[in-house]
């Protein structure tokens, strides 16, 4: 996909990194994904954004900074584009979510919430003002698939139509491998798998961005010398070959080589 000026309404558009060693993080993203980041001064609370390029792809904040997250692990955190994100912070409640905190404005740049869906994932909203989200999607070293999680597949689905507006298409319908995504085919921005059979006892429902990478094998290479930790793969699958893996600071993130990747 080429650079963006920003995405649909109820699509990911952005993604940030809630990190405990904030130069620890920029410094492992920049030497692996080839990213440039840079602070914000302290009226945004020291915000970083990263770049590809030159354009943004993803923030990042300090845990030790908010003391209400200090007992959270490090996460990165997706945010789906909204027209108004009053509305859709009633909307989620009266759907079955719940409000980690009510609708704030980022001075100059949007209006933010952050969400629980009524399966227990976190999901964050944004209503561009001057910030628009990331300016690249699925190319080589940016987001590339953004992926729910979830023990209860149908009510996670009906939430996110309701609340978002979206419109899914399912890709499987077994019991073994029960998928759908937002959109279809090359269109196709998100997916939600049933994961009720797999997903470990304590592990909440949750979601997961996969950076898009030439070549997978490669990528886990350079990311543990880096100082990251291999969770699962490489795997070779219809949608490319995808790994799981934690940054040296702990956060989830994930890898493919292929186009949209449920694993």
């Not at 840079?38 to 009226?43: R, V």
């Not at 955190?77 to 759907?95: F, G, Q, R």
């Not at 490319?240 to 940054?247: E, I, R």
Request: charged share 15%; proline share 8%.
């Amino acid at each position: 996909m080429p650079h963006v000026d920003s995405m649909p309404v109820g699509h990911p558009c952005w993604i940030d990194l809630m990190t405990s060693d904030p130069d620890a993080s920029r410094a492992f993203y920049q030497s692996f994904l080839g990213w440039t980041s840079e602070a914000s001064g302290p009226e945004y609370g020291g915000y970083i954004t990263f770049s590809l390029d030159g354009t943004v792809v993803a923030g990042g904040m300090d845990k030790n900074a908010m003391p209400d997250n200090a007992d959270m692990p490090d996460v990165w955190s997706i945010y789906l584009h909204v027209e108004d994100a009053k509305a859709t912070a009633e909307a989620i409640v009266a759907n079955g979510g719940s409000l980690m905190f009510d609708p704030m404005e980022v001075p100059g740049l949007g209006i933010m919430g952050f969400a629980t869906d009524p399966t227990g994932a976190a999901i964050g909203y944004w209503q561009p003002l001057a910030h628009h989200g990331f300016g690249v999607v699925a190319e080589p070293n940016a987001p590339g698939w953004f992926e729910l999680h979830t023990r209860d597949f149908a009510g996670a689905i009906a939430f996110y139509e309701a609340v978002f507006g979206w419109t899914t298409y399912a890709t499987g319908d077994t019991d073994e491998f029960r998928y759908s995504t937002l959109e279809k085919d090359e269109r196709a921005a998100a997916g939600v798998m049933d994961a009720s059979g797999f997903l470990p006892e304590g592990v909440p429902a949750h979601w997961s961005v996969y950076f898009s990478v030439p070549d997978t094998a490669a990528a886990v290479a350079r990311a543990t010398e880096l100082g990251a930790t291999l969770v699962m793969g490489p795997d070779a699958t219809p949608f490319g070959t995808l790994a799981t893996m934690t940054d040296p600071t702990g956060a989830v993130f994930k890898l493919s080589d292929g186009t949209a990747t449920p694993d």
